[in-house]
């Protein structure tokens, strides 16, 4: 009876968006298979802008939904409006990298990125746990297409069959751990399952622990959480340049957001017996990811390390709990944050990348000279992830480790300060390249000597340029003006 009496207009942006991914892929087959087709990202951006608008305009922050099935609330309006124009901003930086690329189907990347969004949106607003792993197989499937679409080139195959073989492994993890659940309330509801977990907890309390376990295990794979980090390094590395933006931006917060919605809602009544475990799971990702980047050369590598850190760091809201919403809105910020950094990082690293024809630091030796927009661009990306003022980042941390104080958890604010100590030798070992001259030495070793010569950098496209500063803006206003946001997030109820 759902079916007949649902308010399907809730789900007007993923139906537009879906409508445009494959509008997108039958124009592509028809005008045939290669060839530069710049037609295909601007449909893109239109569609996932177009999709943003309508989540504003038609959802709005208000609360309801088709049943316990799909819901649409300010947590999900909020979530899906940074995964849509995020995506947005993925997109452009897709459109400089594929034009340099002619092995690359550009009709197909495309449809995938779209796909893989709609999949991130059904998440975000699954309340059951069968709609909830149809949003996260879409969005996986897509991204394995994404990971290995240079086919031809080695590294990318195999970093597409590891994700393939362990996100697999993590997808049934979180599959097993919900058949627990099921088979015990009867229901793949999460309002269901959250009002029965404590006195299915008091009867059964190992097999409510497995299923937890499993799928913390699953989804820890999906945030890229130690102990299940070791295949972003590889996965990125071997990954199209955007489609690494992709994974370490929009769908880590997709994965994030789905995590908060199943422990506030679904574990909720056992806080006291998982929050421990996100509190050490926190702190290990934070330390790991800090220490593994300080070797390393390639700049891909290093953004993965640097992002299972900020990983560590997003998770500490979920540990230290006040108050539901209060907890949200620390999240929400530094999500937002992390997207603007992370996203404006890559568009640099693609544009330098694909000019020096070399992932290794060093591609960043003398940027300042060649392109002082990018260089200082990279800089407030880069002193934002550390957590430096005046950016997002310090008022993101700051607001985290405030609130891990309040809840009790020095120990757990103590390795945040550590971490974030750390993270300056390797974010700034980037930003003193870029200020500096390379010498001749180096310039041979690395073989990028015609990218790292002055003015040899040609001028970005406007995607490129539109990405950066749109980021750079976003970056900087909020560690000026952080009320915006900060007012806005503790004014709302948000499920």
């Excluded at 799971?281 to 300080?294: D, F, K, N, P, R």
Aim: aromatic share 14%; proline share 3%.
């Amino acid at each position: 009876m759902i079916s007949y009496t649902a308010d399907w207009s809730l789900l007007t942006p993923e139906i537009v968006l879906a409508a445009f991914a494959l509008l997108i892929f039958t124009i592509d087959f028809m005008t045939g298979v290669k060839g530069h087709k710049p037609f295909a990202g601007r449909l893109s951006i239109v569609a996932l802008v177009t999709a943003a608008v309508l989540m504003i305009t038609v959802n709005g922050t208000q609360s309801a939904g088709i049943g316990d099935t799909f819901l649409v609330d300010p947590f999900s309006t909020v979530v899906k409006v940074m995964i849509l124009l995020g995506a947005a901003l993925v997109v452009m930086i897709t459109m400089y990298y594929v034009e340099r690329h002619e092995d690359v189907y550009q009709g197909e990347l495309y449809s995938l990125i779209l796909f893989a969004v709609i999949g991130a949106l059904i998440m975000v607003s699954s309340a059951d746990l069968i709609t909830l792993f149809i949003g996260l197989e879409l969005l996986s499937i897509s991204a394995y297409c994404m990971v290995g679409f240079k086919r031809y080139r080695k590294q990318s195959a195999e970093a597409a069959v590891k994700y393939i073989v362990l996100g697999g492994t993590a997808s049934a993890f979180i599959l097993y751990g919900m058949s627990f659940l099921y088979g015990l309330t009867g229901s793949t509801s999460l309002t269901v399952i959250g009002g029965q977990i404590g006195e299915l907890f008091q009867a059964y309390p190992f097999l409510i622990m497995m299923s937890l376990l499993f799928i913390l295990g699953g989804f820890a794979f999906k945030m890229s959480v130690v102990p299940f980090h070791m295949w972003a390094p590889d996965v990125y590395e071997g990954a199209p340049v955007p489609v690494t933006a992709f994974l370490s931006a929009i769908s880590k917060i997709a994965a994030f957001a789905v995590v908060l919605r199943l422990f506030f809602t679904g574990f909720g009544g056992i806080y006291e017996e998982w929050a421990f475990l996100i509190a050490v799971i926190a702190a290990l990702t934070m330390i790991a990811g800090s220490l593994i980047a300080l070797p390393q050369r390639n700049v891909k590598r290093l953004m993965a390390y640097s992002g299972i850190a900020q990983a560590g760091f997003l998770l500490v809201p979920l540990a230290a709990v006040s108050t539901v919403d209060l907890t949200i809105s620390v999240f929400m910020f530094y999500a937002v944050a992390y997207m603007l950094m992370t996203i404006g990082a890559f568009a640099v690293i693609t544009a330098v990348t694909e000019t020096a024809g070399s992932e290794d630091v060093s591609a960043f030796s003398g940027l300042y000279y060649r392109s002082p927009f990018l260089a200082l661009g990279m800089s407030a990306f880069l002193v934002s992830l550390a957590g430096l003022p005046v950016s997002a980042g310090i008022i993101g941390k700051a607001w985290i480790f405030i609130h891990a104080v309040s809840a009790g958890y020095l120990w757990l604010a103590a390795v945040m300060v550590a971490a974030t100590v750390i993270s300056f030798f390797y974010y700034f070992r980037i930003i003193h390249r870029m200020f500096t001259q390379p010498g001749e030495a180096e310039a041979a070793r690395t073989e990028v000597a015609a990218a790292l010569e002055p003015g040899s950098l040609p001028a970005a496209s406007p995607g490129i340029i539109t990405v950066v500063a749109f980021s750079l803006t976003g970056t900087i206003g909020l560690g000026l003006v952080p009320f915006i946001l900060t007012n806005w997030f503790t004014g709302l109820t948000w499920f």
